[in-house]
Antibody, heavy 118, light 107 residues
Framework: QVQLQESGPGLIKPSQTLSLTCTVS??????????WSWIRQHPVKGLEWIGY???????YYNPSLKSRVAISVDTSKNQFSLRLTSVTAADTAVYFC??????????WGPGTLVTVSS | EIVLTQSPATLSLSPGERATLSCRAS??????LAWYQQKPGQAPRLLIY???NRATGIPARFSGGGSGRDFTLTISSLEPEDFAVYYC??????????FGPGTRVDL
């Protein structure tokens, strides 16, 4: 089964840019079978879909975050990445990468906690 | 944005009992609904997709139903490992997805 692992800083300051990478193992990100997603879980607000990317580079974002989000893919490294600009304390959450169909999220990485604090 | 409401917030049951969880959408989402299970410290796991289809490896005691705005997840006989939080998720207004707030199934 395809496995996922998130990586990136666990603590960033307000107004900075959050950057996370998801490394895919056990399968190729280029096989065209899946869409590759970022989802976050706030302590209070719950689960929030951020966006996803297809191996071709086509991206789809949550309209509420679209102005601050960019998701990219590096097929040579079998990775995809998230950038979220101008973060505030409201962006503190556990960030998950996941893959699946265009409609559902079949499998998730273990998640990584990102705290926004000065 | 389509809002999902889950009830009850907490369901207190014992092993062997039947659990029925509800998810209601603010508008018709056809059958584009999934259910996930999350245990403490773990990522959510897909249980059911497109209302009633079990994901790979999911036991037959989990079943989903409903249509339109009202959906249910039923666990026919609770096993100790089923005590967790359950979320519903819709994709009807693609490419926007939303999740419900969750139902906790407690001992």
């Amino acid at each position: 089964q395809v496995q996922l692992q998130e990586s990136g800083p666990g603590l960033i300051k307000p107004s900075q840019t959050l950057s996370l990478t998801c490394t895919v193992s056990g399968g190729s990100i280029s096989n065209g079978a899946f869409y590759w997603s970022w989802i976050r879980q706030h302590p209070v607000k719950g689960l929030e879909w951020i966006g996803y990317i297809y191996y071709s580079g086509d991206t789809y974002y949550n309209p509420s975050l679209k102005s601050r989000v960019a998701i990219s893919v590096d097929t040579s490294k079998n990775q995809f990445s998230l950038r979220l600009t101008s973060v505030t304390a409201a962006d503190t959450a556990v960030y998950f990468c996941a893959y699946g169909s265009p409609y559902y999220f079949d499998f998730w990485g273990p998640g990584t906690l990102v705290t926004v604090s000065s | 944005e389509i809002v999902l409401t889950q009830s009850p917030a907490t369901l207190s049951l014992s092993p062997g009992e039947r659990a029925t969880l509800s998810c209601r959408a603010s508008q018709n989402i056809r059958n584009y609904l999934a259910w996930y299970q999350q245990k403490p410290g773990q990522a959510p796991r897909l249980l059911i997709y497109h209302t009633s289809n079990r994901a790979t490896g999911i036991p037959a005691r989990f079943s989903g139903g409903g249509s339109g705005r009202d959906f249910t997840l039923t666990i026919s006989s609770l096993e100790p490992e089923d005590f967790a939080v359950y979320y519903c998720q819709q994709r009807s207004d693609w490419p926007s997805f939303t999740f419900g707030p969750g139902t906790r199934v407690d001992l």
